[in-house]
């Protein structure tokens, strides 16, 4: 009786886990755990692993933090130089992630017009603006939504390129790490490596097309839209974009602020609500009583898709669903951004981290003009990195996960 009773239990409070979630920091945040015994009994985390922890993420970039959360309760939380709650830098990549999203959230709203879903050919008028038609390759019709999603439309990108699940080097790749990949007239008229499907390569121009997309079908721009459908029913504070790029040629207005929202990174986020994203998507898309993400899409971001074979890359995240990532569970996920940012999500251990990172220029707030609520103390001026024995993002994610303990 008594292993009945302890079974019981266990379920009751698994099912109370699932169903918690965090109202805004405005009111009340995340819950929290009294101290370092209570955590491990609760959360079943070490802390004084989690310093370990982050005392690597302290040697990966010039400023940042490492959150956790464990079985809903936000057990760690510690930042270094211009680190902070309430810290707006530039996310880089990391805001490919929150495009998959609103492109996810589209293709419910507007079934009718994506009646293929992610199998949907997309490179039409109905999908984008016509002063891109006719298309400067035939090949492009071919594309799919799934495939822009997951970097496999043979759009060009940077190096290494993955053909069938082999690394390949191709000349000329584009350069694709700036603002500039961000505009629609480079992401239109990027020309192809291969045809649609046929290979992977990192290419930010494949990411920022959905956010056109999102922007014609939905008649507003995609901040505007995740405002709506998204972050607004998540709570969160404030957020915003890198739209602020007076030396950016095209793409900008008289005051150097970009026309439209950048599908392919520079969004700028609190690190607590980007905590609830993880959550989010920890909860396959589910937010309270709302489905906020339909949610085999949300599962789809955790695992490898049909749309690239190629490489462990779904909808703008990471998977580690063939292992090649040692000492972390396979259905681990994370997306990364330049700077030292990741956002990682951890189904099978109820876990969700935040790797804050970043540079002294992500940092400036003429990026975003968003408030800057707290001091910087000047202790990381100068701060130069050194080599590390292993790649910072795996690092991080494989040292929070041996701190769990139950």
């Known amino acids: 009786m008594k292993f009945w009773l302890t ?44 310093d370990e922890a982050f005392e690597f993420v302290r040697e990966t970039a010039q400023h940042g933090g490492l959150l956790v959360v464990r079985r809903g309760y936000l057990v760690y939380e510690r930042y270094y130089g211009r680190g902070h709650r309430e810290a707006l830098p530039e996310l880089a990549s990391c805001g490919k992630a929150f495009t998959s999203l609103a492109a996810g959230i589209l293709m419910r709203e507007h079934s009718k017009l994506f009646k293929d879903g992610l199998d949907q050919r997309v490179m039409t008028p109905d999908y984008l603006p016509a ?45 694709d790490n700036g603002p500039y990949s961000t505009t629609d007239d480079f992401a239109m008229r990027q020309s192809l490596w291969c045809a649609p499907g046929d290979c992977y390569s990192y290419a930010t121009s494949s990411s920022h097309i959905p956010a056109i997309i999102v922007r014609h079908v939905a008649g507003m721009e995609m901040e505007d839209y995740m405002r709506r459908h998204l972050t607004g029913p998540m709570g969160f504070g404030d957020w915003g974009y890198a ?10 207005d008289a005051n150097g602020r970009m026309f439209h929202t950048p599908g392919g990174g520079s969004i700028a986020v609190r690190s607590t609500d980007m905590l609830r994203f993880g959550y989010l998507m920890l909860r396959e898309g589910r937010w309270g009583k709302r489905q906020v993400v339909p949610a085999e899409f949300a599962r ?38 330049s700077g030292g940012y990741a956002i990682y999500v951890v189904p099978s251990l109820d876990l969700v981290i935040w790797k804050l990172g970043g540079n002294e220029g992500q940092y400036d707030p003429a990026l975003t003009r968003l408030p800057v609520r707290y001091t910087y103390d000047g202790s990381r001026d100068g701060w130069k990195p050194r080599k590390l024995d292993q790649d910072a993002t795996t690092g991080t994610l494989r040292g929070v996960v041996a701190a769990i303990t139950q």
């Open 7 to 50: 079974l019981a239990t266990a379920l009751t409070l698994a099912a109370a886990e699932k169903n918690y979630f965090p109202p805004p920091d405005s009111q009340g945040g995340w819950r929290t755990l009294p101290n370092a015994q209570a955590i491990r009994k609760t959360a079943g985390i070490d802390t004084a692993k989690l």
């Open 131 to 175: 002063q891109y038609f006719p298309l400067d390759d035939p090949r492009k019709a071919a594309i799919t939504m799934g495939q822009l999603l997951s970097m496999s439309a043979g759009i060009r990108g940077t190096n290494p390129v993955y053909v069938k699940g082999v690394r390949e080097t191709w000349e000329k790749p584009t350069e």
């Open 243 to 252: 739209m602020y790029r007076p030396k950016l040629k095209g793409g900008i």
């Open 300 to 337: 789809m971001c955790g695992r490898m898709v049909k749309y690239n074979p190629h490489y462990t890359h779904s909808f703008n995240f990471n998977v580690n669903e063939d292992g090649h990532v040692p000492g972390v569970p396979r259905d681990a996920f994370w997306k990364g951004g």
